[in-house]
């Protein structure tokens, strides 16, 4: 059973920096994402990315957070710039156990899933 842990969470002023991490067995060098999700709210894809495929974003954080993988470290990241209150939610990272990512931000086709990582901004 592939296992997630992520890290770096915390809580900053708007317009702080994070950088959260991803690692684990359950690691997947051809399609990773992340995905949050705030109280009363639905889970939300964030950024995904593969070998195979480009790195893509949901549209409220493009230009502002950068997904990456270091695959020697079989660790995920997301680098979150410019941070707004309304990017207050838990974050979860996520694998996929295939070849390519399409359909990336759909929850249901990732298979191994991190305990989450609470991220506060606050105004």
């Known amino acids: 059973q592939g296992q997630l842990v992520e890290s770096g969470g915390g809580s900053v002023q708007a317009g702080g920096f994070l950088r959260l991490s991803c690692s684990g067995n359950?690691?997947?060098?051809?399609?990773m994402g992340w995905f949050r999700q705030a109280p009363g709210q639905e889970r939300e894809a964030v950024a995904a990315?593969?070998?195979?495929?480009?790195?893509t974003y949901t549209d409220s954080v493009k230009g502002r957070f950068t997904i990456t993988q270091d695959n020697a470290k079989k660790t995920l990241y997301l680098v979150m710039d410019s941070l707004k209150p309304e990017d207050t939610a838990m974050y979860y990272c996520?694998?996929?156990?295939?070849?390519?990512?399409?359909?990336?931000?759909?929850?249901?086709?990732?298979?191994?899933w991190g305990q989450g990582t609470q991220v506060t901004v606050s105004s």
């Open positions: 996520a694998a996929r156990n295939a070849l390519y990512c399409s359909q990336w931000d759909n929850w249901d086709r990732y298979h191994y």
């Open positions: 359950g690691y997947s060098p051809h399609c």
């Open positions: 990315i593969g070998r195979s495929e480009p790195t």
